[in-house]
């Protein structure tokens, strides 16, 4: 089974049938994350539709302006979200200061709510890591993913420590940065990822589809050393270990183990 820990389903607009096509006939356990309320009621959606598919609920850092105001309003959306994601903050694609009290506000909202729920998160740190990892820390975050990590590498090594998993995706093709980054994931940290359909469209222009995943785990295999099927292998039994003992992923667990 091969893994997408990070996905937009919801934006991939026409591509939608290809795109769960692509998910159903290649075995693509999926975690599809939502910027919004709106976002996660289409993800519902398509959840609904193939049973690979798992809708998550959260704030984007993008978004969290319009809902700080009225946090209580999303509690039952959090209450019923198996995991919560996509949340964080963003300090650099979100170039207006005045925009990250409304973020802070949001993550501290949502990590509490993870914290009393003892729910998975899913979180976005562009430019913020160290305020992440210090929350992670304030709220006691047992378990957590970090996508598309691009932070300092010192940082990466104190997420280890705090237990975090990583996922890697499509700008591994094309940046030693982010190369670098993957060599530094642990093998057992380690998760992959599209971002799609917007993570190769950002990158190439062109709209990213599920199988992308493919070349991830190929150029993963050759930064580790290790073969296509052994990173396919480990990154199941991660998503497995995460999964692992959570009664709001119970159905998810299952499916992982059986690999079907």
């Known amino acids: 089974m091969l893994i997408d820990a990070h996905v937009h389903l919801d934006h991939y607009g026409e591509s939608l049938r290809p795109a769960l096509d692509e998910i159903r006939q290649n075995r693509i356990f999926t975690v599809s994350v939502s910027m919004d309320l ?72 949502f990590l509490a709510a993870a914290r009393e729920q003892k729910k998975l998160v899913n979180l976005h740190t562009k430019g913020a890591e160290r305020q992440i990892l210090d929350l992670l820390e304030e709220y006691e975050i047992q378990r957590a993913i970090i996508h598309w990590y691009s932070g300092p590498l010192d940082l990466l090594n104190a997420f280890i420590d705090l ?16 190369q670098a980054v993957a060599r530094a994931i642990p093998l057992e940290k380690l998760l992959t990822e599209t971002d799609n359909p917007g993570g190769l469209k950002w990158l190439r222009g062109s709209v990213g589809m599920p199988l992308a995943l493919r070349d991830v785990i190929t150029v993963l295999a050759g930064l580790k050393e290790t073969s296509e099927k052994t990173i396919r292998e480990i990154v199941q039994k991660n998503l497995l270990e995460l999964t692992r003992g959570d009664p709001w992923l119970r159905n998810a667990h299952h499916q992982l183990a059986a690999g079907d």
């Open 163 to 178: 237990g975090v998993f990583f996922t890697v995706g499509v700008e591994v093709l094309f940046s030693e940065r982010i």
């Open 38 to 109: 709106s976002s996660y009621e289409q993800n519902l959606k398509i959840g609904e539709a193939c049973d690979f598919v798992l809708p998550t609920f959260g704030v984007h850092p993008k978004r969290a302006p319009e809902y700080a105001g009225g946090l209580h309003d999303l509690s039952r959306w959090i209450d019923e979200s198996p995991a919560l994601g996509e949340i964080g903050l963003d300090f650099h694609w979100v170039e207006d200061a005045t925009r990250y009290p409304a973020q802070l506000k949001v993550l501290h909202y």
